[in-house]
């Protein structure tokens, strides 16, 4: 039988439930989010659940008030201070001898601290493959890290934990204050959520999209909530819960005139401290000198790709000014009629037109577009770009073409359901479909899709889910897949060439079931 933790009394939950699972704990401050963190971290620890917490304000020592937690950076309460040399030790320690980890990272810079992540979290996700045991990452303040709309490679690798680490037995806890600011995959991919009261009215808006409620009643809901108060998400299950208070110290905690007593803390075993010291002094895989003339080698290559890619872009904007592109009217006409005739379906009721989304005909589109030809496209004689010509994909590197074989090959061989709705969505992108509409378009049994939701895909990264007031929609997210999927062979293959990787990706995946899906 699973342990079970005392969260709240009015929620029952095990310890394997947590296995795993990307949980969000969101709210303003004062809401009680951090509490809430708290508490589920007091709830590990006293389970023995091995966990790293990523701590930019420096409230989390606390808790070796009643812990054996090993708590390294710069700051009150720190144990021992480390840089990045200690890193990938610190990983191996906390994965391998089940050590709880707190990263006070308040003082340190941004790009410092930037580099401490990068290096301890691919540790801990190398680490992970290889031992496969329960393991969470918390991260406070995680828009700071996850941004929406931001691209970084800390992001990325952050991201990948939350969303693909289960099959390592990796779990993250993502706190925020503001749900508008963190990265929508991650949010939407989140097993388990903790949503404390946010008047911001972009982030009752992110929690309309997360709450299987009317727009009018999340915001009476969520604005009647008290400090401590929230509304738990698990699948089905949406129930309000008030979370008990922290046995621990709170660092944290809003000054006041009462005097507050830092409590005796306790200590981690002196060996652990002694082998983070031995890192520290260069005695560990890679001595300080290596690492700093490792980061120079990386500095010079990037500042050498990003003067590459000014010189391309100066290159363009030279191009540029001396290409004239103009079409003619009517041409453009046929291609706009083409769209919004595919789009809108021209739909009139008594006067009154209604938008009816519809897929989009390729061939009428297609049958547009033959017609918008380059004999048009002369000015004064001077003949103009033909914008028609069809990308190759043959001017790929051969290895990016391999590449993309084996990932067509792995998924030709995923089962006939999968297969359906890998190629519909990446023919359709970027609308979303509810699962009543993929299996009317795909001819599955809706319940099929309910029962067997494709994990391989959603942890891959190559279908993403939104979860709405209706229910749950899929949508493809090929472009991002590649983005990441591909950025080993960045900088030999640029923009231009991940674009037609996208495009041989689409062309072949979309024909991945034949006749099986109607488009």
Request: aromatic share 6%.
């Amino acid at each position: 039988m699973t342990a079970s933790l005392n969260i709240s009394q009015d929620l029952t939950l095990g310890l394997e439930d947590i296995i795993g699972q990307c949980v969000a704990i969101l709210g303003i401050r004062g809401s009680g989010k951090s509490n809430t963190a708290g508490v589920i971290f007091e709830e590990l620890l006293r389970n023995n659940y091995p966990l790293s917490i990523i701590d930019i304000d420096g409230e989390y020592f606390g808790l070796k008030e009643n812990y054996e937690v090993l708590v390294v950076g710069r700051g009150e309460g720190v144990e021992i201070e480390v840089d990045t040399d200690c890193a990938e030790e610190i990983a191996r320690i906390s994965l391998e001898k089940n050590v709880p980890v707190v990263l006070d990272l308040s003082t340190f810079l941004s790009e410092e601290r930037s580099l401490f992540l990068k290096e301890y979290l691919s540790s801990l996700w190398t680490l992970a493959g290889r031992l496969r045991r329960p393991y969470i990452i918390g991260i406070e303040e995680a828009h700071e890290f996850i941004p929406q709309g931001v691209r970084s490679e800390l992001k990325e690798l952050i991201a990948r934990i939350a969303l693909r680490g289960r099959k390592r037995g990796l779990g993250a806890i993502i706190v925020s204050q503001r749900s508008a600011k963190v990265d929508k995959d991650v949010l939407s991919q989140a097993g388990m959520l903790f949503l404390h009261r946010v008047v911001h009215e972009a982030d009752m808006r992110v929690y309309g999209e997360l709450l299987p409620w009317r727009k009018s009643e999340v915001k009476e809901v969520v604005s009647a909530l008290n400090t401590g108060e929230c509304v738990y998400v698990n699948g089905d299950k949406v129930v309000p819960v008030y979370v008990r208070e922290r046995e621990t110290f709170h660092a944290g905690f809003t000054p006041s005139l009462q005097v507050v007593v830092t409590p005796e803390l306790k200590q981690v075993s002196q060996s652990i401290i002694e082998a983070i010291e031995r890192a520290k002094d260069g005695q560990g895989k890679k001595s300080r000198l290596a690492r700093l003339q490792e980061r120079v080698g990386q500095l010079e290559a990037l500042l050498t790709e990003r003067d590459k890619k000014i010189g391309e872009l100066e290159d363009i904007a030279r191009t540029l000014g001396y290409i004239k592109v103009e079409a003619v009217a009517p041409s453009v006409q046929n291609v706009s009629e083409a769209i919004v005739h595919a789009a809108e379906g021209n739909i009139k009721d008594h006067g009154e037109e209604r938008l009816s989304i519809k897929p989009i005909d390729r061939q009428v589109l297609s049958g547009a577009l033959d017609s918008w030809s380059e004999k048009e496209f002369v000015q004064d004689g001077r003949p103009i770009i033909d914008i028609d010509s069809p990308p190759s994909h043959d001017q790929l590197p051969r290895a990016v073409r391999r590449h993309i074989s084996r990932i067509v090959s792995r998924l030709e061989k995923r089962p006939l359901l999968e297969r359906r709705l890998v190629a519909f969505l990446i023919g359709h992108t970027p609308i979303s479909y509810s699962v009543k509409q993929i299996a009317a378009w795909t001819d599955c049994a809706e319940a099929v899709i309910v029962d067997s939701p494709p994990r391989d895909l959603l942890d891959a990264g190559i279908v993403v889910t939104e979860r709405r007031s209706d229910g749950i929609y899929y949508r493809g997210n090929l472009k991002a897949f590649v983005m990441r999927e591909f950025a080993v062979y960045r900088p030999d293959i640029g923009e231009h060439e991940l674009h037609l990787v996208t495009q041989a990706l689409c062309d072949r995946l979309a024909s991945l079931v034949g006749e099986t899906v109607r488009t």
